[in-house]
């Protein structure tokens, strides 16, 4: 393979430990039965107000097409992690909330998600987090 430009290096290897990352959150979640996917629904529920929130505003907070979120959602559903909530103002917007099943999962999850996220950081100081997600909030 050729010589990358610095822009498609920091693509590439932005791809690559996003894969890595994003399969350690899952093995770390697995044993509460959820994907990383899931618990990014689950935890942006959990901080919504009234846990509640509408399907685009889901989509667009864990970077999924609409469609991409209705899948996502619907095996939730069926385990309870979540449910559909009528909008009284416009029957057209279709809502999501956690239900308690879903905010004792989550409780869970984060704390499994968090010691295993913590102990692959331990080498980097808070200064070098700092920094990492200063550099990629400039790039989203």
């Keep these: 393979m ?5 822009s498609l290096e920091l693509l590439f290897s932005l791809s690559g430990t996003v894969g890595k990352l994003s399969k350690k959150a899952d093995r770390a979640l697995a044993v509460h039965g959820i994907s990383l996917s899931e618990f990014m629904v689950l935890h942006y529920l ?3 107000q009234n846990q509640v929130m509408s399907r685009t505003e889901l989509a667009d907070a864990v970077n999924l097409t609409a469609s991409g979120v209705t899948r996502l959602l619907t095996p939730m559903e069926k385990i309870h992690l ?8 416009d029957a057209r917007v279709s809502l999501v909330k956690l239900t308690f099943t879903g905010r ?9 998600c968090k010691n295993t996220f913590d102990e692959s950081v331990k080498d980097i100081s808070a ?4 920094t990492v997600l200063e550099v990629l909030n400039k790039l989203s």
């Design 2 to 6: 050729g010589q990358l430009p610095p």
């Design 46 to 48: 959990n901080y919504a």
């Design 82 to 89: 979540v449910e559909k909530e009528k909008n009284n103002r």
């Design 104 to 112: 004792d999962i989550y409780k869970y999850a984060f704390l499994s």
């Design 127 to 130: 200064k070098q987090l700092s």
